[in-house]
T-cell receptor, first 111, second 111 residues
């Protein structure tokens, strides 16, 4: 059965810290891995990763995929209170159009 | 910019009522999805549609049905609402590159 597992489930850090969120997956015919940020409303798209070892960056956020280890990490440097959110990892398999979501990591940044 | 709208942000219904949740997208995407999100369970797929009048069951379709009469509109129907259907409902549309864009969500309470 295809699955996506995120860790940790929740995390509390101080403003300015750097955090690393993990996502591992087991899917047949992997196509791409996606990261989303969800604050009070609906998830918003952050990154899509298809190739191993190529870092995607957006400001203080970056992500990289390791197809050998079937995993991805999302890094946030110099965290700010506005980074507090649930971060969702999802995987798109090749065979059909359903995306499989992990349960998310709830990140809370203390001022 | 992709725009996905949902008919209501908050909804309160009584047990046994028929409930309609509507989702509209303006990007001509073929794939649309309905999820529910509950604490500790993450996002769970209810139904998705890959074309007008075409639908597929997701992971938890019981108690729900869907309708896609026009490409831009995807409706979720609770035939007879029950208290265990109290949840946040999220609609999403998907690009050919598997990026999903979510609506603002409908928080449904069934009393």
């Amino acid at each position: 059965e295809d699955k996506v597992v995120q860790s940790p489930l929740s995390l509390v850090v101080h403003e300015g810290d750097t955090v690393t969120l993990n996502c591992s997956y087991e899917v047949t015919n992997f196509r791409s891995l996606l990261w989303y940020k969800q604050e009070k409303k609906a998830p918003t798209f952050l990154f899509m990763l298809t190739s191993s070892g190529i870092e995607k960056k957006s400001g203080r956020l970056s992500s990289i995929l390791d197809k050998k280890e079937l995993s991805s990490i999302l890094n946030i440097t110099a965290t700010q209170t506005g980074d507090s959110a649930i971060y969702l990892c999802a995987v798109a398999p090749n065979r059909d159009d359903k995306i499989i979501f992990g349960k998310g990591t709830r990140l809370h940044i203390l001022p | 910019d992709v725009k996905v709208t949902q008919s209501s942000r908050y909804l309160v219904k009584r047990t046994g009522e028929k409930v309609f949740l509507e989702c509209v997208q303006d990007m001509d995407h073929e794939n649309m999805f309905w999820y529910r999100q509950d604490p500790g369970l993450g996002l769970r797929l209810i139904y998705f549609s890959y074309d007008v009048k075409m639908k597929e069951k997701g992971d938890i379709p019981e108690g729900y049905s869907v309708s896609r009469e026009k490409k831009e509109r995807f409706s979720l129907i609770l035939e007879s609402a029950s208290t265990n259907q109290t949840s946040m409902y999220l609609c999403a549309t998907q690009t050919p590159a598997y990026e999903q864009y979510f609506g603002p969500g409908t928080r449904l309470t069934v009393t």
